[in-house]
């Protein structure tokens, strides 16, 4: 199956995708954890992407696309794949449904995670990852067992770059202004369907293992 997770920042798509890769043992291709990733390697690519992500802008789509593109053509992708944080713009979509379509594949769902923005705001700004394994938490909703140190690795946590709030209202503008319009475009291809980001990590797990069930999908 190959499933986009579409929504706002802080829609809590990352933190779905990593459970919903695990039960249903599906590749989670994430393009803000590969951007991030350039960024530390310093790459040609990450060098260009700070300088956007740093302001809560979009990378050029150009950018962006290739390292989809390459990344869904490697053989551990043939299976299937989920999407979070790509497509981003109807160009990348178009991209990205002629791309398939060259190798005969399509979309078969789009999860829309209607959010609002007070919810967005508040889980961004409380948001903490760890330095070394990426590892998610917030400081009211999801907390270390320790204060600042990953349950998981026990390396530091930190606050993303782009996790300040004027960052992060730029951030919620651009997805209006740019992200928004794949709501009408993937409703077109009668792909889309939605649940509400609104609610807490495990309701919504709950609806989307629902939503699977009903697609036929698990
Ligand atoms: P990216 O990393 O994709 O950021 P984003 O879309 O802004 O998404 P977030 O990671 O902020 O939110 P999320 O919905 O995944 O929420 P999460 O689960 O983490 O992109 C970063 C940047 O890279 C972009 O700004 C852009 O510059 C660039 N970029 C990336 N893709 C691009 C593209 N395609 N084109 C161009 N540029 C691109 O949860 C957030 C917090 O809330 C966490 O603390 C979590 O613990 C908590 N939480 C999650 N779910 C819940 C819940 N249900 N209840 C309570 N708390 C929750």
Partial sequence: MK??????????????AEVLSRTY??????????????????????????????????VPDNVVTAIVVSRISKPDAKAGFMLDGFP???????????????AKQKIDLVLYFNTAEKTAIERLTGRRVCTKC???????????????????????????????????????NVYQKQTAPLLSFYKERSTLREVSG????????????????NEKLS
Avoid: W
């Fill in 134 to 172: 990426g590892l998610n938490y917030h400081v009211k909703n999801k907390p270390p067992k320790k204060m600042n140190v990953c349950d998981s690795c026990g390396a530091g946590l930190i606050q993303r770059d782009d996790d300040k709030l004027e960052t992060i209202k730029n951030r919620l």
């Fill in 25 to 58: 043992k599906m590749l989670h291709v994430s393009t803000g954890d590969m951007l991030r990733e350039s960024v530390k390697n310093k790459t040609e690519a990450g060098l260009l992407a700070k300088s956007f992500m740093d302001k809560g802008e979009l």
């Fill in 88 to 102: 981003r713009t109807v160009q990348q979509a178009v991209e990205l449904e002629k791309q398939l379509e060259s």
């Fill in 198 to 213: 609104d609610l807490n990590v495990n309701e919504l797990f709950l609806k989307l293992k629902d939503l699977f069930l």
């Fill in 3 to 16: 499933i986009i997770l579409l929504g706002p920042p802080g829609a809590g798509k990352g933190t779905q």
